[in-house]
């Protein structure tokens, strides 16, 4: 079986998905995890693997970019090859004084300034929250301490914003006035899909930079180093 963009057949996929948004990331993924990883589609470049971790199947394909990008994906996994789990696994700028370069954010809701879920059912803001089982496998992985997670663990709301480069005048400021830990471009969408199929869907996110305070950025071996703290939450969700 094919679908317009992903092109697997019938069983390729594990019941639970990680995604990151880069598919190269997505190989790399799969290669530090994996022993038996075996790439299942490769449409547009979007490389797609399953194999086992710590005995248990896995899938770790790409999302693109954005939100169109991740829900053309999502709705496909869900709705045509069996997947039952999606953990997006990403970067996050951070916007909460709270929230520092290294930390390690678990999107409970996800607010958005997209028309992706206001077109879902007319008259209504639709609240995109994740699966709360995932939520709390994930933070009750960060609670072990074979878990190694560096940084701290924050749970709470997160954006997903359309554009990267174009932000209104002091509505980040705003965000953090309300509590939201950072800005990312997809959960959103991905909390969407899984409430129309009834699915369950989390995101994990490695905070890469903060967008009110600049002093700590990450290195590329730094990034690197941390993305395996949210990894390791994600593996943990996705086999709870
Ligand atoms: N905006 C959107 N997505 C991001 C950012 C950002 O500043 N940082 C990491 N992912």
């Known amino acids: 079986m094919a679908t317009p963009h992903i092109a697997a057949a019938p069983g390729d996929f594990a019941p639970a998905v990680l995604m990151p ?3 190269r990331r997505a190989q790399r993924i799969a290669e530090i995890l994996m022993a038996d990883a075996r790439m299942i589609t490769d449409v547009r470049g979007m490389l797609g693997f399953t194999g086992t971790v710590n005995g248990k199947p896995l899938s770790v394909m790409g999302s693109g970019m ?3 990008s ?5 709705t496909e996994l869900f ?3 069996g997947v ?5 696994v990403g970067t996050i700028g951070a916007i909460s004084p709270k929230v520092e370069v290294g930390d390690v954010v678990v999107a409970t809701g996800a607010h958005t300034d997209s028309s992706m879920n206001q077109l879902r059912i007319p008259g209504i803001n639709f609240s995109a929250v994740a699966d709360f089982h995932l939520a709390q496998a994930a933070y009750e992985a960060s609670l072990t301490p074979q878990a190694g997670v560096d940084g701290t663990v924050h749970l ?3 954006i997903s914003r359309d554009h990267f480069y174009f932000t209104p005048q002091g509505q980040t400021e705003a965000l953090a006035a309300y509590g939201v830990l950072g800005v990312e471009m997809e959960a959103a969408a991905l909390y969407g899909v899984a409430a ?3 699915k369950q869907a989390l995101a994990v996110l490695t905070v890469s930079d903060h967008l009110l305070d600049h002093s700590g950025d990450m290195s590329a071996a730094e990034r690197e180093t941390r993305f395996a703290d949210s990894l390791r939450l994600a593996v943990a969700a996705a086999h709870s």
């Open 21 to 23: 948004g880069d598919p």
């Open 156 to 158: 709470g709301t997160v």
């Open 84 to 88: 039952e789990r999606i953990i997006r």
């Open 79 to 81: 709705s045509q090859f």
């Open 196 to 198: 129309e199929y009834g």
């Open 66 to 68: 954005g939100q169109p």
């Open 70 to 74: 991740f829900t053309i994906y999502a």
